[in-house]
Each structure stands twice: as structure tokens, then as C-alpha cells.
């Protein structure tokens, strides 16, 4: 499919104003969302909407089976098995879930948590405020002056007092991959669990739960081109038969009797009250787009509109990029323009209509190892072209002219 052909199924990029296009460049933080995604939930709300798991009328049984179809596509696109993966919000709950089931009964005084210093808050926060609970110590694995993990920062940081390891599979903010196999190697030599925070790697690259060897991971639908509000989480059959229900309430109850009760079995133990099954709808869709398009499609074109933008961006040289020049990135590429806060350069491409983020990204800690406080980010995802690169690129030439400088 050419350029024009991928960007004709997502309806918002063809929105043109003043004659010109929406050049989207913000993925990591959510996706566009192609029409048969759009669709699935207009559908689903005006055809089977009934409350899953509840009723056997028709409309209801409708509901459940696409909720579990959705949970169905969900588990093989990541090589689990159904019962194992658990609808969530998005990958914020999906942390908090953890944080106080398993980390709550497994986590005490003295223990150790291993995380790294490029965590997006989701996977920062429920470990800071859990450690504070329970007496515990939240270490940080570093990055050395190439963005990189090194062996001796992994074999010493995590130790026989670990009790978990929580990592990012993609910076949101480097695109960098630390280094998955030796972190999960090392924390199985010292028996802590893993946990994966797939939100900015699932949307771009083939992803296997057998073959990455994490206990859990976690990741957001949103970001993968299906409707706000569904994520799952996937963890080891028998470390989820092992936790205790995170919310309680309808649904997720064998059987409830005055002053006690016994749960539902997986995956409904942790999922309390009404779902979202117009959302499981978008998600069932979006996965089956991104299946026909091709994870290796996807993750090729992805790939050249990436090293293309380091190039142009390289050739400007009042732009500072941020992160290593000579190894694999994915996603997102952070920068600066000299001498102009973020948001100023932010807003004066927007006038352009090219749209990047500009903050700190959910990753105050990461920005602060690099000296920085705040930083403009691109991001992208099968829609972008290097046509897209260089309106940015075009545009990025006006900016401190336009601000004065």
C-alpha cells in the first residue's frame, strides 16, 4: 500500500483546514484510529449492546461473545492463552492491579523493587507509593552516558533481596530498548518476578509472551489503534491464580454469602463490575488491522520514516536530538529547538498543523538524568511518511524566526 492508501483508512488525517493536512505525530501517546476500528464500536452500540456475562437473551449473549472473542484475538496476537490475559483500563491499571495484589502479599520491609530510570509514570508510581507502604526499597537502574543498561548496573541492582523487576519493553521517550534478556535472566537467577510495560512496543513490533520470559506484561489499547479505555495485562497462569482480586464487586464472584465470599476463576476474578465491550469491540478490530496489514509491514515502514527523521533532523542545526545515534531506536525521538522552550516550538508547529508533544512525557526522572526538564517529542506509527518528516522539518525552520531570535 502506498502512503496516501494507509492514511485514506484513518478518517481524522484526511480531515484537510485551511488546505492543508493534519501531519500526526504524537502516536506514543495515542493512536489515530482507522475506520473499521471506528465502526466496530458504532456497531456493537447499535447492534449487540447488552451487558456481557449477564443475561441469556439474545443482544446479551451477543455482548459476551464479543468481549471473549476480543480477549480470544487478544491472547493469540501475544502468544498467551485467554484465561491468563485480563481487560483493564489501560497500562496505569493494569501496574496498580499488580502493585497491590501480588506486590501487596509478596512485597515487605527490607525487600528490594528494580526498576529503570526511563519508566513512564505508570510503571513508577504504583512501585514508589507500594515500596513507601511496605517499608520496602525502590532502586533505579541507571543509564551510562550512551543510554545504555550496563551488565554491572544489573548483576549489582538486583539481588537476592529483590523481589520484583519492573522495566520498560521501549522508552517512550528514547525509543531505546534496555536490555530485556539479561534483566529477566538476572531476575530469575535471584527469584524476583518481571514485569514489562509493552505499551510502546506491542503497536510496533511483534510481540510474544513465551519468547520475552516476563511474568507479566502490560500494555494500552489506545496506543494501538483501538478506542480509549481497554488495555490488558497478561501474567503467568499460576502467578494470577495466586493474587487476590484487586476490585471487587459484580462479576467477578462464585459465590457471595453474608460475611464472606469465594471468587470467579480467571480471568473475570479481576475484572469487577461492567466491562467495556463497545471498547473490546474497537480492540478486536484494531488488532485484526493490524494483522492484516502485517507486523513486519508495519514495523518496516515504521523503521524507514524513523531513520529518515534522525537524518533530516541531523541536517538542522539549531535542532538538539536526544538518545544514542548508533543503535536500533523505536517510536519516538526527542528533541529541541535552541534556545526555545518546548512548548513554544510545540505551538508554533502546531500553526503548521504538524502535531508533537512537548513536556515531560510522563518520565520526569528520565528527563531529569539528562538535564532536562522538559522536551519535544515525535512519535510514530504506520500512518507517517518522510513526506510527513519534512513538513515537520519545513516547519521547524520557522521556528525561532517566528519567536524573534
Not at 65 to 83: K, P, Q
Not at 191 to 206: F, L, N, W
Request: glycine share 6%; with cysteine; aromatic share 8%.
Amino acid at each position: 500500500m502506498t502512503d496516501a492508501e494507509i492514511r485514506s483508512l484513518f478518517p481524522e488525517l484526511m480531515n484537510e483546514r485551511d488546505g492543508r493536512r493534519m501531519v500526526y505525530l504524537d502516536s506514543a501517546a495515542t493512536s489515530q484510529r482507522p475506520s473499521e476500528v471506528i465502526e466496530a464500536v458504532g456497531s456493537f452500540y447499535a447492534n449487540d449492546n447488552a451487558n456481557p456475562h449477564r443475561g441469556t437473551y439474545l443482544e446479551a449473549e451477543k455482548a459476551t461473545e464479543v468481549y471473549e472473542e476480543a480477549r480470544n484475538r487478544t491472547a493469540s496476537f501475544i502468544g498467551a492463552e485467554s484465561r491468563d490475559v485480563i481487560f483493564t483500563r489501560n497500562t496505569s491499571e493494569a501496574m496498580n492491579l499488580l502493585a497491590y495484589t501480588w506486590g501487596a502479599e509478596n512485597v515487605g520491609a527490607g525487600d528490594r523493587v528494580v526498576i529503570t530510570i526511563m519508566e513512564h509514570h505508570s510503571n513508577l508510581l504504583p512501585w514508589q507509593r507500594l515500596c513507601r507502604m511496605k517499608g520496602a526499597e525502590l532502586v533505579y537502574l541507571y543509564l551510562n552516558d550512551s543510554f545504555e543498561i550496563t551488565d554491572s548496573e544489573i548483576e549489582e541492582k538486583i539481588n537476592a533481596d529483590t523481589k520484583l523487576v519492573a522495566f520498560t519493553h521501549v522508552s517512550n521517550v528514547l525509543g531505546v530498548m534496555p536490555p530485556v534478556g539479561k534483566i529477566i535472566s538476572r531476575a530469575k537467577e535471584t527469584g524476583a518476578v518481571t514485569v514489562m510495560d509493552c505499551a510502546q512496543s506491542v503497536p510496533h513490533m511483534k510481540v510474544d509472551v513465551n519468547e520475552l520470559g516476563a511474568d507479566f506484561i502490560a500494555f494500552s489499547g489506545h496506543k494501538m489503534f483501538a478506542p480509549f479505555g481497554i488495555g490488558a495485562l497478561w501474567g503467568r497462569d499460576e502467578l494470577l491464580e495466586s493474587m487476590p482480586p484487586f476490585l471487587s464487586g459484580g462479576d467477578m464472584i462464585e459465590y457471595v454469602r453474608e460475611q464472606d465470599a469465594t471468587w470467579a476463576p480467571l480471568p473475570q476474578k479481576f475484572e469487577a463490575g461492567t466491562q467495556d465491550p463497545g471498547a473490546a469491540a474497537g480492540l478486536l478490530a484494531a488488532i485484526s488491522f493490524m494483522e492484516r496489514i502485517g507486523m513486519d509491514v508495519i514495523a518496516q515502514r515504521e523503521r524507514d520514516v524513523y531513520d529518515y527523521a534522525l537524518s533530516r533532523l541531523s541536517e538542522l542545526d539549531h535542532v538538539e536530538v536526544y538518545g544514542p545515534a548508533d543503535r536500533e531506536r523505536f517510536g519516538a525521538i526527542p528533541f529541541n529547538v535552541k534556545d526555545v522552550h518546548p512548548h513554544d516550538t510545540a505551538t508554533v508547529l502546531s500553526a503548521d498543523r504538524v502535531c508533537v508533544r512537548a513536556g515531560h512525557h510522563c518520565a520526569q526522572p528520565l528527563l531529569k538524568s539528562m538535564g532536562l526538564n522538559s522536551c519535544c517529542r515525535i512519535s510514530f506509527s504506520v500512518y507517517n511518511s518522510r513526506e510527513d518528516v519534512d513538513l515537520l522539518c519545513d516547519s521547524l525552520k520557522k521556528v525561532r524566526g517566528r519567536l524573534g531570535l
